[in-house]
């Protein structure tokens, strides 16, 4: 009995524990890697290509393929097996195996085989594109429900202040030191707080709601992040020179290693065209048996009579007649071969080589040949400009991670000057040299300002990652 009230608490805690687990960052962006339908669709056109590659391969491969086949035929038919016309039933059967193999065929082999390569590597650049763009998206998430967090806390925060100061208030009012006005206009900032409040709260709520749908979770309910530990690490990157971060990036970004190869599959797709210019040489040896189960006929020597004398010709000027003997035979029916002996008897090969050569087809050749061009100069004009979208995208994440770091300073310095004149402010409101309405409104600047402070700090951060990004540091390994 014990030990089932041990397994059951023990369960129980294990239970409880998973209900209350809290995920971090990294966990979170693992977790949508492994599970988001837009990077499993990615991952399942690396299969496509691998197939594709598959295929490739098999065209250096002979083909072999045999076949069978039984009938049976009544009335006037041709037997297989003699090649004459009989009146009859009979089961006949057949078989053979052929076998190909292109020896020449403008090089499309070999260049189908490349391009399947260079498929497969452009298939692994979108899915390493797809998970640094599900990697920011979590993050973005991630990073929102704490900022919304980080909101709640300042103003619970606040709010605590506020209740001490009508608290205070109160005290003040009933020893006639302070209106009775100054305790209604405190009741008010509380009552707008409480439903600052409620309104955190419910966008705590929202943003985990969305950060767990793209993360495919459904227990939204229980669902929960770590939010503590998160500031602003190795800020180094933004110290860099933009141009060696825009050369890293065009080094390591997925965006142009895309487009180089859809340059490089255009390339190939041109040379697969011009190929069919060429002639195709090709192999075949084939292998072919039948049977029939029709009897046969042999010629059999007459014994009461063994030959018969049959005029063969004349002599030319006298007109004598040439006489010759043959043996007097006639046709005796007998019974079909075995099987196995057929096979064998009326079994034959053939092989041989096949050559085509083009000359004129409609010009579709031509017409093939022509649109890979132009696919080709199309795949280099969005080569270049992946290029100048990089460089505009890099040159833009620098600047706003530039621009990010200055409000966040510059919201530092207004909370510290907030700050001193809420202290201000409250020295004065609790000697009575100012009112409560006055009071409030410092109180609300400096709530305010707190506010705008983790905003700036955690919309650096992102930007910080993001610029990070382009430099070429995975996803995984971003820290914050």
């Given amino acids: 009995m014990k030990k089932s009230i041990i397994i059951i608490l023990l369960l129980f805690g294990v239970f409880a524990q998973a209900q209350n687990k809290k995920w971090t960052l990294k966990e979170c962006v693992v977790y949508a890697l492994e599970n988001n339908i837009s990077v499993k669709q990615s991952e399942l056109d690396i299969e496509i290509a691998d197939i594709e590659k598959l295929t490739a391969k098999g065209n250096f491969i002979p083909s072999l ?107 003040l009012v009933d020893a006639g030191s302070l209106p009775r006005g100054d305790l209604l206009e405190i009741r008010a900032t509380d009552a707008s707080e409480q439903q600052s409040i409620i309104n955190a709260e419910n966008n705590i709520q929202i943003s985990l709601i969305s950060l767990a749908q793209l993360l495919l979770i459904k227990d939204y309910e229980n669902f929960d992040i770590e939010d503590e530990g998160y500031d602003i690490v190795d800020a180094s990157i933004a110290d860099k020179d933009i141009s060696e971060i825009l050369a890293k990036a065009k080094e390591s970004r997925s965006e142009i290693k895309i487009a180089e190869q859809s340059v490089e599959l255009a390339e190939m797709d041109l040379k697969i065209a011009k190929g069919a210019n060429l002639p195709t040489l090709s192999a075949f040896f084939g292998y072919n048996t039948r049977y029939a189960n029709t009897p046969g006929f042999i010629q059999q020597v007459d014994p009461n009579n063994p030959t018969v004398t049959q005029q063969i010709g004349t002599v030319q000027g006298t007109g004598q007649a040439v006489i010759s003997e043959f043996p007097n035979t006639f046709a005796v029916e007998v019974a079909a071969d075995p099987f196995i002996d057929q096979l064998y008897q009326n079994d034959g090969i053939g092989y041989g080589l096949n050559l085509n050569i083009p000359i004129l087809n409609g010009f579709n050749t031509k017409g093939s040949i022509q649109r890979s061009k132009v696919s080709l100069e199309r795949s280099k004009f969005q080569l270049e400009q992946a290029e100048l979208d990089l460089e505009s995208t890099v040159y833009q994440a620098y600047v706003d991670a530039k621009g990010a770091l200055k409000s966040y300073e510059a919201a530092k310095l207004a909370l510290e000057s907030q700050q001193l004149a809420y202290n201000y402010a409250k020295e004065r409101y609790d000697v009575g040299l100012t009112n409560a309405f006055d009071f409030s409104q410092s109180k609300l600047r400096f709530d305010n300002s707190k506010i705008e402070l983790n905003r700036a700090k955690y919309d650096y951060i992102f930007k910080l990652k993001v610029l990070e990004l382009y430099f070429g540091i995975p996803a995984t390994e971003l820290k914050f």
């Fill in 65 to 171: 393929n045999a076949g069978a086949g039984v009938s049976e035929n009544t009335g006037l038919s041709f037997n297989p097996i003699t090649n004459n016309a009989q009146t009859t039933t009979f089961l006949s059967a057949s078989g053979s195996i052929n076998m190909g193999y292109t020896l020449f065929d403008g090089l499309r082999n070999i260049r189908q085989l490349q391009r399947a390569d260079i498929s497969k590597l452009s298939s692994q650049y979108r899915l390493d594109k797809m998970k640094d763009d599900i990697s920011l998206f979590v993050a973005n998430g991630y990073l929102t429900v704490i900022l919304n967090k980080a909101n709640l806390e300042v103003l619970r925060s606040q709010n605590d202040v506020t209740k001490e100061q009508i608290q205070r208030t109160q005290e």
